[in-house]
């Protein structure tokens, strides 16, 4: 008797089983189609107006442009590094107290990796591709006259780069400490942009 409730039981567990682990195949073939989807149309718009705008604009604009670019990586990276620190403890506190934004951190920490992933690689690739490029471009417009071109692109990259890890640390640290105060910060635009959207509907 025993032996032949265990049987299906373990079949329907085995069957639940698999069901489980191809959902979760489909979830994360899902995730890299809509990210390599996101991740083109983000690369093309910041690279389409980075370089429109660089063309455009002087030696002091260009430096602008590629501050730009350099600061949003940074401000992505920290958004990243705090979303995989933060303790969803406080949020519940003040989703139960019906706090704006309370909601949309807890989401945004119960999808931790996938938000990482996007601030992290998807922008910070993107902006690290772009700033690399624009630094190009300033190098042309304004360091030919320290040397040769080679030189004048060297020195401009390894500005960029220097910057860009610098901020990224000293950002990495603040993250890590301020990690609640971040992820509400970030939160509460979510919320008034969804509830602003569903006031035009």
């Keep these: 008797m025993d032996s032949t409730v265990t049987e299906p039981r373990s079949k329907n567990s ?12 489909q979830s994360l073939l899902r995730w890299v189609i809509t990210i390599f989807f996101v991740t083109v149309v983000i690369s093309s718009t910041i690279s389409l107006v980075s370089s429109q705008m660089l063309e ?9 442009v590629l501050l730009v670019i350099v600061l949003l990586g940074i401000v992505f990276d920290i958004i990243g590094v705090a979303v995989m620190s933060a303790d969803e403890k406080p949020f519940h506190s003040m989703a139960s107290k019906k706090l704006p934004g309370a909601a949309e951190a807890l989401k945004l920490l119960r999808s931790a990796e ?5 601030c992290n690689d998807v922008v910070g690739d993107i902006c690290g591709v772009v700033s690399g ?3 190009a471009v300033i190098a042309v417009k304004a360091l030919s ?39 509400y910060m970030v939160s509460k635009p979510l919320y008034y942009g969804k509830h602003l959207f569903k006031k035009k509907k």
């Design 14 to 25: 085995k069957k639940h089983k698999r069901q489980k682990k191809q959902k979760k195949q």
């Design 56 to 64: 455009d604009s002087g030696v002091v604009g260009a430096f602008l």
């Design 114 to 118: 996938k938000v990482s992933s996007f």
């Design 133 to 135: 490029s624009a630094s």
């Design 145 to 183: 006259n320290v040397g040769s071109d080679t030189f004048a692109n060297l020195l401009m990259s390894a500005l960029v780069a220097g910057v860009t890890i610098a901020g990224k640390a000293c950002g990495k640290t603040v993250a890590m400490k301020q990690a609640t105060n971040i992820v």
